[in-house]
């Protein structure tokens, strides 16, 4: 059974940093692409960073390059989301999903399993 796991979340200040971490067991780890999607309310869930197999692609929504970085560890079956410099309109709920493909997209549908989800909350 395919779990993702995510953590991190929580409610901070504009400005502030977190990092969100998503545990992944019943995969193949290293064999997939991993996305982090975020939804805030009332609006449709919306991609936000996805990299590749082995981290050397990696592509990020235009309005968190330079504030948000994507990683992964292998060893650990685990992808992170580091948020630096949050903003109010971060605010979400994050999700973690892993790709059925190994090319880097950046839709929904791109993606096979999906977490359970993080609430981030950015205060101004």
């Known amino acids: 059974q395919v779990q993702l796991i995510e953590s991190g979340g929580g409610l901070v200040k504009a400005g502030d940093s977190l990092r969100l971490s998503c545990a992944a067991s019943g995969l193949t780890f290293s064999n997939r692409v991993f996305g982090w999607f975020r939804q805030a309310p009332g609006k449709e869930r919306e991609f936000v960073a996805v990299i590749s197999v082995t981290g050397s692609s990696i592509r990020y929504l235009d309005s968190v390059k330079g504030r948000f970085t994507i990683s992964r560890d292998n060893a650990k079956n685990t992808v992170y989301l580091q948020m630096n410099s949050l903003k109010p309109e971060d605010t979400a709920v994050y999700y973690c999903?892993?790709?059925?493909?190994?090319?880097?997209?950046?839709?929904?549908?791109?993606?096979?399993?999906w977490g359970q989800g993080t609430q981030v909350t950015v205060s101004s």
């Open positions: 999903a892993a790709s059925g493909t190994s090319l880097i997209l950046t839709t929904l549908n791109s993606y096979d399993y």
